[in-house]
């Protein structure tokens, strides 16, 4: 994958999203107990999704971003394709058993997911700017 982002702002969305995933499961999925990965207790199992597979699906969506005020449009297709991909994936994760609802809704995420994505664009935005006023 060519890469748009540096190692620095690859490091530093990760780390949002990470700390905003778990921040999210920490509410929603133990104190409100809405949903589960794998069983309802802590587990190993988790761990792969946290810190493997959604910071590697951030650094992708990022990567691939349309940047351009010019391109408003392209960047709405963008989100909604996202998070088109985002629902089918949750969608699988319910059928085979990996993700589990308790309350939770398929179309609360599909309300959230372009939020999650438009907010991921925006930390980026910030840490961009940030790392080129501290040069």
């Not at 490091?11 to 309802?40: A, C, G, R």
């Not at 971003?65 to 408003?72: A, E, F, H």
């Amino acid at each position: 994958m060519p890469k748009k982002m540096t190692y620095f702002e690859m490091y530093t969305t990760s780390l949002f999203s990470t700390v905003l995933q778990l921040i999210t499961d920490i509410y929603l999925e133990f104190k409100f107990h809405l949903y589960w990965y794998f069983s309802p207790e802590v587990d190993n199992e988790t761990l792969w999704f946290v810190f493997w597979i959604y910071p590697a699906v951030n650094i992708i969506f990022l990567n691939f971003y349309p940047i351009g005020t010019s391109l408003l449009r392209k960047q709405l297709i963008y989100i909604l394709g996202w998070s088109t991909f985002a629902i089918a994936y949750e969608w699988t994760a319910v059928q085979t058993g990996i993700f589990q609802y308790n309350g939770w809704k398929l179309w609360y995420s599909m309300l959230i997911y372009p939020l999650l994505y438009i907010l991921l664009f925006i930390n980026w935005s910030i840490i961009k700017k940030l790392h080129r006023l501290a040069i």
